[in-house]
């Protein structure tokens, strides 16, 4: 059996081997002893992959970019991109407004568990505050800003500014684009190299995606019920409601949303396209990270999908970093249920207002685990909702976290078939 072909089937494995460690672990008080022993080699995992994010992103997109005829052609590829990346974005808003407004799950938590986990989880809301105060108090176009780095060194050293990496390299690719070929050969020849390495770096790194994803599990359950299994029921329990609505929306998006679009829209049978795709979702679901996630989306997309390398270099990066409609669902869900709790009524036009911010907050989370919840507490503030509500839904956000990011690198591996299919960019 080729093993590299069942990938998905051992990071299956591993995935719920990882989960009923985690489970096994807080039965038993193994706390400690998952933390020091198995916990480790998630984050080793996770490193290898982020360490490739920033190379890859540089080489494939001045690689694309500059493989392109012209200029016109890239104004074309990134203005179809970046209108469908909003289109689906505003999708996936309304139908979490939809269904949080009609189940409303804010009007079953109960007074008491209100009150409790306000309290437990109160200093860790704070932080976040703090986080989310510093990203407020600049001015409106301030974001644009940050978009330009005074450093490329700086730029790269952080997976966080990946927006501005993106940008450096489109600038590169766009600049080596209009320079004499004979000038422009030697630097795309290193960028073609770099890529074609880190791709190959991709697959050596997969090797240890069943192991990497069994410590992330287990990782992560152990830290969310500490050496108390019956803190994750209580947990489970009171924000059950809340979760399913979350959820229910994600699933909705990935297949009413995303499964048109690759029906309707593309020569891809739904079939090809799970089978490709399900080894980057299972990485998405165990690292909460579209940046970390990025290397493999690249190499199913192009490689099982069968998208060309002039698309999926520029639109995946791209995606990764500005298009996270799992994440702008889960931000409206949330600020409508934390609401909902706090008896706060949350009129139309506030919830049109919700939808304008998680568009714009989405492009501005970064890939990274948790980055959702600090771009919610701007949002909060926004419509008038007290942000240290957010300490209602901190318990449960690492398992939305991991669910939303793999609704975003969905959304990015469709939007990359659909705009390679309108380009007759994909080999089917
Ligand atoms: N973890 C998400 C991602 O990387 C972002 C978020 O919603 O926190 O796609």
Not at 67 to 91: M, N, W
Not at 126 to 151: I, T
Not at 225 to 237: A, C, K, P, T, V
Not at 265 to 280: C, R
Request: net charge negative.
């Amino acid at each position: 059996m080729n093993w590299q072909k069942q990938l998905h089937i051992w990071i299956i494995l591993g995935l719920v081997l990882g989960l009923g460690y985690g489970i096994l672990s807080a039965a038993m008080g193994w706390g400690e002893f998952t933390q020091n022993w198995i916990s480790p080699f998630g984050d080793i995992f996770l490193n290898a992959l982020f360490m490739i994010a920033v190379p890859l992103v540089l080489g494939s997109i001045i690689t694309g970019v500059s493989s392109l005829s012209d200029t016109r052609k890239l104004a074309r590829i990134g203005g179809k991109t970046i209108a469908i990346y909003i289109g689906t974005t505003v999708f996936a808003l309304i139908i979490g407004l939809v269904l949080v407004n009609i189940v409303r799950p804010g009007d079953t938590v109960p007074e008491d568990v209100r009150t409790e986990l306000q309290a437990e989880w109160s200093d860790m809301a704070e932080e976040r505050q703090e986080s989310a105060a510093s990203a407020e108090e600049r001015g409106p176009l301030q974001a644009f800003v940050d978009m330009v780095p005074r450093n490329i060194a700086a730029a790269a050293s952080n997976n966080r500014n990946m927006l501005q990496v993106v940008l450096i390299a489109v600038l590169f690719g766009i600049a080596l684009l209009l320079i004499p070929k004979e000038k422009a050969q030697p630097l795309l020849g290193l960028f073609e190299s770099l890529t074609a390495t880190v791709i190959k770096l991709v697959e050596i790194i997969m090797w240890i995606a069943p192991l990497g994803v069994f410590a992330l599990l287990a990782d992560t359950v152990s830290l969310i019920s500490g050496d108390n299994l019956s803190e994750l029921w209580r947990l489970l329990g009171a924000l059950g409601f809340y979760m399913l609505v979350v959820l229910a929306g994600l699933v909705l998006q990935v297949v009413i949303t995303y499964g048109s679009l690759i029906k309707f829209f593309t020569p891809m049978g739904i079939k090809k396209f799970i089978m490709g795709i399900a080894p980057a979702q299972l990485v998405a679901f165990s690292t909460s990270s579209s940046g970390a996630t990025l290397p493999v989306t690249m190499d199913r997309v192009e490689n099982k999908l069968g998208v060309g390398e002039e698309v999926s270099s520029f639109v995946l990066p791209l995606g990764a970093t500005i298009n996270m409609d799992g994440t702008a669902l889960y931000q409206a869900v949330a600020a409508v249920f934390i609401a909902q709790t706090l008896g706060i009524a949350l009129g139309f036009m506030d919830q049109i207002e919700i939808i304008l911010l998680a568009v714009l907050a989405s492009i501005g989370t970064a890939a990274v685990p948790s980055a959702g919840i600090i771009m919610l507490i701007i949002i909060l503030q926004s419509v008038g909702v007290p942000a240290a509500g957010i300490a209602l839904i901190l318990g449960v956000d690492r398992i939305l976290d991991m669910c939303r990011t793999v609704c975003n690198v969905t959304g990015d591996a469709t939007v990359a078939t659909l705009v390679a299919s309108s380009e007759g960019q994909i080999e089917t």
